[in-house]
């Protein structure tokens, strides 16, 4: 029996390019039907932003504070009461969206981010989807412009001229940083989906 690589030589050898070509689609064919059975690839991913939080009300919530009123900081921020409602209106839409598929959930640690899971898991759960996973993953986090509290004055003068992508404020993150997290976040998704049969 010739391997693979061998079918594929002799072909062109043999028929020219187009006995070539399909023995190598035959051959991704068969690849494809193996692949099925191994990987468990889902029929949608969704991405959903959290609910109204109280920095969307009041920003200066992201800084330290001025003394007198203390700033909470980015990861400790809340849902408003409306924000819980849209949580919750998100879980019955996407319970008809997503029918009777079993989902896994990845979600930020932050406050606002957990407390809109809950919102929308509970109305999953209502309707009788099955939760396989939650899983809190700090890669899912937004881009951090500094190491602590929010400023709202620090400098992006340099970001224009030096380059959007690769500029990082003192104590932040580029935008490169976040896509190389992101990247890493992106292959923890395909191990589960590798390692999970009952998707």
């Not at 064919?29 to 969307?56: C, F, T, V, W």
């Not at 203390?70 to 990861?75: K, M, Q």
């Not at 759960?125 to 700090?138: C, L, S, V």
């Not at 004055?153 to 030096?162: P, T």
């Amino acid at each position: 029996r010739m391997k693979p690589f061998e079918k594929i030589v002799v072909g062109i050898a043999a028929g020219g390019f187009i006995g070539a070509l399909y023995i190598l689609w035959e051959k991704i064919k068969d690849l494809e039907s193996q692949l099925k059975d191994k990987y468990h690839l889902p029929d949608m991913i969704i991405l959903l932003r959290h609910g109204e939080s109280e920095a969307n009300v009041d920003p200066s919530l992201y800084g330290p504070g001025d003394g007198k009123h203390g700033g909470f900081g980015d990861p400790n921020i809340k849902l408003t009461e409306l924000g819980k409602q849209q949580a919750a209106e998100a879980g019955k839409r996407l319970a008809a969206l997503i029918g009777q598929r079993p989902v896994l959930c990845y979600v930020s640690p932050y406050q606002r981010t957990r407390q809109t899971a809950d919102g929308v898991i509970g109305g999953l759960e209502k309707a009788g989807i099955r939760i396989i996973r939650r899983r809190e993953d700090p890669r899912l986090r937004e881009r951090e412009f500094s190491g602590s509290f929010q400023h709202e004055d620090y400098c992006r003068d340099e970001e224009y001229r030096y380059s959007r992508f690769f500029w990082r404020p003192t104590s932040g993150e580029s935008c490169s940083d976040v896509y190389d997290r992101v990247t890493t976040f992106l292959e923890t998704l395909w191990r589960d989906f590798r390692s999970l049969p009952d998707l």
